[in-house]
C-alpha cells in the first residue's frame, strides 16, 4: 500500500480514529517528513517532559525534506526547551490564582473560563499551560455542579468560555450536556468555545456538533488557533465554513512566535487567509513567559515593528490586536503600552 493511499484512508476515518492515530514518536513524524533525525535538534529529555502529539491532519500541511516547516517547529521537542531563561514559569498568566472553584477560572470582570478537560489533540511546544496541574483543576462530573453552581450564583458573568486543554475533545454527549446546563442560566449571553482542532483536527468539525452548537440558547463564538496560514488546508477551509453556514462567530488567536511567524509579510497573508474563509483575525499574543518555550519569544520592540509594517499593508479589520497577558491584570495588555 502506497503512503498517499495510507494518507488518503487516515483522513477519511472520523476524528475519534484520526486523533488515535496521531504521530506520538519522532521516528514515525521524521519518517513521514522524509527527515534524518541529524537535520533536526531532537531532544529526548525535552519529550519526556512534554510529549510529543501531532495529528497526520496538521503535519500533512507540513513541507516534507524541509527541517525549517513553521509547522514542524510548533511541535518539535528540541533541546532550547531546557534551557532556564529568566523570568519564565510555569504559571506565566497566574492561572492558579484565579481558581474560583475546581475547573473555574475567574480572571476578568463578566466572564468566567471552565477548564473541561486536560487534553489537547496537538502539543503545541508554546502552550502557556504545558505543565499545568490539570489533574487537581480541570472539572469532572463530580465537579462540573459546582462550577455551573458558581456561574449561576453571580449575575455579573455574562460570558462562558470553555477551554482546556481542548474543549472539542469532550464528545458531542458530553459537551452538548454541558451546554444544556448553562443554557437556563439567564445572565449568561454567550458561550465561547477556544479550540485548535477546527486547525489541527478538522475532521473534528461534524454536521452533528455544529447542529448541537446551532440549537444553544446561547450566543457560540469559536476561537480556533491558527499561527500560519499553511495551517489553512482545504479540510480546515471546509470545516471553517461549516461553522459559518451555521451562524457561528469565528475568531482566530495566534501567538508570535520566533521563526515561525514572526515576518510581517506572513502575518499578513495569514490575517488575508483568514478573512477569505470567513474568520476576524482577533488577537495576536506575545509569547506567554511559560517554562520551556523561550526559544519562541520575539521582543516587544521587534514584535511592535512588524506590527506597523502589518499596520501599514492591511486595512484596521485585518490587523489582530498585539497584546500580552500579565498575571493578576483586570484585561490583555496592548502592547505599545508595555513599553
Known amino acids: 500500500m502506497t503512503e498517499k493511499h495510507d494518507e ?30 541529524d537535520q533536526l535538534p531532537l531532544s529526548t529529555a525535552a519529550s519526556q517532559s512534554f510529549a510529543l502529539r501531532v495529528p497526520l491532519s496538521f503535519a500533512a500541511s507540513m513541507e516534507k525534506g524541509n527541517p525549517q516547516d513553521p509547522l514542524l517547529r510548533q ?46 489533540a496537538i502539543n503545541c511546544r508554546y502552550c502557556f499551560r504545558r505543565n499545568f496541574p490539570y489533574a487537581q483543576i480541570q472539572l469532572g462530573k ?14 455579573s458573568i455574562t460570558e462562558v468560555i470553555l477551554s482546556g486543554g481542548d474543549p472539542l475533545l469532550l464528545n458531542d454527549a458530553q459537551l452538548g450536556g454541558l451546554i444544556q446546563q448553562i443554557n437556563p442560566i ?83 497573508q495569514l490575517s488575508e487567509q483568514l478573512f477569505k474563509h470567513g474568520v476576524i483575525p482577533y488577537y495576536l499574543h506575545l509569547l506567554d ?22 499596520q501599514t499593508a492591511l486595512p484596521g479589520y485585518l490587523v489582530p490586536k498585539l497584546v500580552k497577558e500579565q498575571a493578576g491584570a483586570a484585561y490583555k495588555r496592548y502592547a505599545h503600552d508595555l513599553l
Open 289 to 310: 513567559k511559560v517554562r520551556g518555550a523561550g526559544h519562541f519569544e520575539v521582543g516587544l520592540t521587534e514584535a511592535l515593528r512588524l506590527m506597523q509594517e502589518v
Open 142 to 155: 463530580q465537579k462540573q455542579q459546582a462550577a455551573l453552581d458558581y456561574i449561576a450564583a453571580d449575575h
Open 75 to 120: 511541535v518539535l521537542p528540541v533541546a532550547d526547551e531546557l534551557h532556564l531563561y529568566p523570568g519564565f514559569s510555569d504559571d506565566p498568566v497566574g492561572d492558579l490564582s484565579a481558581v474560583a472553584e475546581i475547573g473555574v477560572l475567574h480572571k476578568y470582570q463578566g466572564r468566567v473560563l471552565l477548564i473541561n478537560t486536560g487534553s489537547c
Open 186 to 268: 439567564g445572565h449568561v449571553q454567550r458561550i465561547r468555545i477556544h479550540s485548535r482542532l477546527p486547525i489541527v483536527l478538522p475532521a473534528r468539525i461534524t454536521d452533528e456538533l455544529v447542529a448541537i452548537l446551532a440549537s444553544s440558547g446561547k450566543t457560540i463564538i469559536m476561537v480556533v488557533h491558527c499561527n500560519h496560514a499553511n495551517e489553512l488546508s482545504p479540510r480546515v477551509t471546509t470545516a471553517l465554513k461549516l461553522l459559518k453556514s451555521h451562524g457561528i462567530t469565528v475568531f482566530n488567536q495566534a501567538v508570535l512566535l520566533s521563526g515561525v511567524n514572526d515576518d510581517a509579510k506572513i502575518l499578513c
Open 8 to 37: 488518503t484512508e487516515h483522513l477519511a476515518q472520523n476524528w475519534q480514529q484520526q486523533l488515535s492515530g496521531a504521530f506520538t514518536c519522532i521516528d514515525d513524524l521524521c519518517g513521514y517528513l522524509r527527515l534524518s533525525k
